[in-house]
Structures are given as structure tokens and as C-alpha cells.
């Protein structure tokens, strides 16, 4: 998933849980590893960021708390990138969303729950980050 960020920033900024595999999704060169104030956002996830400044911007406490929550919620390994003012997200959940196996049968009526279970997995992310709030974007 990729959003639209709220904030401006320069450097590429990365938060990957502890247990989101390694060899999946190789990290940004240059970034250097950051630890936060939030002892326990440190201890769940590791960031690394090219300018530390911009790992402290963009993680405030209330963000890394609604963070927190929505990996607790989520239950599964997941990676944030925010690269040029947009936020990819990345949750290894073990599913391929929007996708279905053609060979089986179909059943609607659980095509229809799986696709609302991917809708609610991104409208999650975008209302309890404030996705679409862009009270400090400013236009450069």
C-alpha cells in the first residue's frame, strides 16, 4: 500500500518489526539505525533513517503509539517506508490481497468477505494514522 504522506521530508525513513523477514525487503542504503525515545517502539520495531532529525519528525510519540496499536491489532510482521513524502507500507500477513485462486470453486459470498477484510486493512491504516489529514503538509 502506498499513501500520501502528511509531511514533507527529505530522507528516507524505515520501521520494520522485529519479526518481518530480512531478506524480504532489503532496506535503503545509507540509512543508519535510529533508536527512539519510546523504549518499547524501540524493542517491537528497528528504524533507520539517512537524517536522524527526519526519523524524529515524522515518529512523534502519538504516531509511534498509533503505530504500535495497529501492529498489535494487525498480528502480523509489517514494514512502514516513508520515501518522498509518501508512506509504503508493507504487511506480511501470509495472504495476497485482491487476489483469489481460480482453479477453486467460487464462493461470493467469501470473495466478497475477503475483499472487505482488504478494504478495512487499508481504511485502518489510513484512519488511525490520519492519512488523510494534512494539517502539516506544506507545499514547497
Known amino acids: 500500500m502506498i499513501f500520501d504522506f502528511n509531511k514533507n521530508f527529505k530522507s528516507n525513513v ?6 518481518f523477514i530480512k531478506r524480504s ?3 535503503i542504503k545509507n540509512n543508519k539505525k535510529v533508536k527512539l525515545e519510546d523504549i518499547e517502539f524501540n524493542k517491537m520495531f ?3 533513517s539517512e537524517i536522524e532529525h527526519d526519523a524524529f519528525y515524522i515518529l512523534t510519540p502519538h504516531f509511534m503509539e498509533k503505530i504500535k496499536k495497529l501492529y498489535k ?3 502480523a510482521p509489517i514494514k ?3 520515501m518522498e513524502n509518501k508512506l ?5 500477513n501470509g495472504e495476497d490481497s485482491f487476489e483469489y485462486n481460480v482453479l ?3 464462493n461470493e459470498e467469501e470473495i466478497e468477505q475477503d475483499i472487505i477484510k482488504d478494504i478495512k486493512l487499508i481504511t485502518d491504516f ?3 494514522l490520519n492519512l488523510d489529514n494534512d494539517l502539516f503538509k506544506k507545499e514547497a
Open 73 to 75: 491489532e494487525l498480528d
Open 126 to 128: 489510513v484512519n488511525e
Open 14 to 19: 524505515q520501521v520494520i518489526s522485529n519479526d
Open 104 to 106: 477453486n470453486p467460487i
Open 80 to 82: 512502514l517506508t516513508f
Open 46 to 48: 528497528k528504524i533507520y
Open 25 to 27: 525487503l532489503p532496506r
Open 88 to 92: 509504503h507500507v508493507a504487511v506480511n
